[in-house]
């Protein structure tokens, strides 16, 4: 674990010096939350909607944006630079495990999670916006954020590792946009058409942003809170499990 | 009595090394089972035109690429069998010198430095020497993507030695660089290999092969074509040929992989034969 702390190190700073591509992970989700509230926050008024439980619609539609924000995968875009660069082969010609490379990556994008989750939410908490469970439930809200964005660089870096290149690497990204719109994102998944309705049950990000919103909007429920948890947990797993599978059999 | 000289300490040994490739046209056998043996001490050329398997074959001893099938030994390891405990007595600069622009030149070394076990402390110390070594104490601070080409290439020298390992491989270190770049880094190497680093480097500069290397080989088509020491090979060649003069390194280049050099008007031609 000390060579993937030191490359972790080494990933923070990469993120720390290209602002560039760093503002857009917290400007593109504020910028969908301002658009889907003007859109439909009118239909949805705090008073007169069960399921907002007193809160606003932008409260309903917060998570929507922590995982998108989670979940542009700059990280898997850095790991090609450096393949292409040669950089990764000097890596690889060091005697850590192979393993540490792509964990060091992995933590720096937990750490980053962290610091852009915490950001977003309190830039809702200052525009009206409260976490109904308190600061332990803020504390689980970046925290479970943080972890969807260890599993999708996990997967986008798979694809940078097969691939080896940037397009391709930027096109698997994409994948997100569906699995985000196949959820409940715009009400909750009893309001949902049938056809809807299953294709968001079985999409695991629908349990992610469930437990994101229960936490928002109500105290501990933890019939909510819990599948989204056991959901990165296992795709977490996985996804760790292919990217060492990948880089040991690297050529 | 007859005293048998012992043969020294093989810094790089392979024997019947071989890569092969699969493709959609089939399998490509990019190194066809080659020997080498690269004593202790030396500086050992290995040149090539492209694509006859030089930076496969440097890929394999280095560890970077699997083995098809025979052995590579670096510093006495066996490199597909114990690929960590290699990695410590060898030091790599590829062909793109493989830096992260995004660091300074400094935390680069210190990191390489912590790769390899160094203490935060050993690791800043090592930093700061071959800063020295490489004269880059000046743009140490600076972000890599600043440097020059030939700040680059010497700082990537740099981190190749921040091991102090045992034999140096440079894939075309000067590929790239303009000519005081270039001469400055043949001090460099001269300066490593007189430090006792064995050095195997792989060039397309044949003058390069002649001003560095105590010995090289040549691969063409994924087979060794020549293999001794500068003088042996142009002699070798000046007496096959009943020629005049002394050949040139290029014209035993040019002998050994095939290819013609037909002169005309005051330029020169290379065609492939």
């Known amino acids: ?204 990000v629908t349990y992610v942003m469930e437990a994101l919103r229960s936490l928002v909007l109500e105290e501990f429920a933890w019939s909510a809170i819990l599948p989204g948890f056991a959901v990165v947990a296992a795709l977490g797993v996985v996804m760790v499990w292919l990217n060492v599978r990948m880089i040991n059999s690297y050529d | 009595m007859h005293t048998q000289t012992p043969r020294r300490e093989a810094a790089v040994e392979a024997s019947s090394l071989v890569k092969n490739y699969r493709s959609r046209s089939g399998v490509v056998e990019a190194v066809r089972g080659i020997d080498l043996h690269v004593t202790e001490g030396e500086i050992f050329g290995f040149l090539g035109p492209n694509g006859a398997g030089k930076s496969t074959t440097v890929r394999m001893l280095t560890t970077l690429l699997s083995i098809t099938s025979g052995t590579a030994r670096v510093g006495g390891v066996d490199v597909g069998r114990q690929p960590d405990a290699a990695r410590h007595r060898m030091g790599v600069a590829l062909q793109e010198a493989g830096l992260d622009p995004r660091q300074t030149g400094r935390e680069l070394l210190t990191l390489q430095g912590r790769l390899f076990a160094l203490s935060a402390r050993e690791a800043a110390e090592r930093a700061k020497e071959l800063l020295a070594l490489v004269e880059l104490e000046d ?76 010995r090289l080989a040549i691969i063409d088509g994924g087979l060794i074509v020549r293999e001794g020491t500068p003088g042996q090979l142009k002699k070798e060649l000046q007496e096959r040929m009943g020629l005049s003069s002394e050949p040139t390194l290029d014209d035993v280049f040019l002998d050994a992989t095939g290819r013609t050099r037909s002169r005309g008007a005051g330029d020169v031609q290379e065609v492939s034969a």
């Open chain 1, 1 to 204: 674990m000390t060579y993937a702390w030191a490359l972790g190190r080494r990933s923070l700073r990469e993120a720390w010096r290209t602002p560039e591509a760093l503002v857009p992970t917290l400007f593109i989700p504020l910028f969908f939350l301002v658009v889907n509230v003007g859109q439909a926050g009118k239909i949805f008024p705090s008073g007169s909607t069960p399921f907002l439980k007193g809160q606003s619609y932008a409260a309903f539609q917060l998570p929507n944006s922590l995982l998108l924000a989670a979940s542009f995968g700059t990280a898997a875009l850095f790991l090609v630079e450096d393949i292409e660069g040669g950089y990764f082969d000097k890596l690889r010609a060091t005697p850590i495990p192979r393993t540490s490379i792509v964990l060091g990556r992995l933590i720096a994008e937990l750490a980053k999670g962290l610091i852009i989750s915490a950001a977003l939410v309190l830039l809702a908490l200052a525009f009206g916006i409260s976490v109904a469970s308190g600061v332990l439930g803020f504390v689980l809200v970046i925290g479970l954020t943080a972890l969807w964005a260890v599993v999708f660089v996990g997967f986008m870096q798979l694809i940078a590792l097969k691939t080896r290149s940037a397009a391709a690497t930027n096109s698997g990204g994409l994948i997100f946009f569906p699995l985000l719109f196949l959820t409940p994102n715009f009400v909750p998944r009893n309001l949902l058409t049938r056809p809807m309705e299953i294709a968001a049950q079985v999409n695991p």
């Open chain 2, 139 to 214: 743009a140490a601070d600076r972000l890599i993507k600043g440097y020059s080409g030939g700040m680059r290439r010497r700082l990537d020298l740099a981190s190749a030695l921040v091991h102090e390992p045992e034999v140096l491989f440079l894939d075309e270190p000067t590929t790239g660089l303009d000519p005081a770049s270039r001469l400055t880094v043949w001090d460099e190497v001269r300066r490593i290999n007189q430090r006792g680093t064995t050095v195997f480097l792989t060039t397309q500069y044949l003058e390069e092969a002649d001003q560095l290397c105590d």
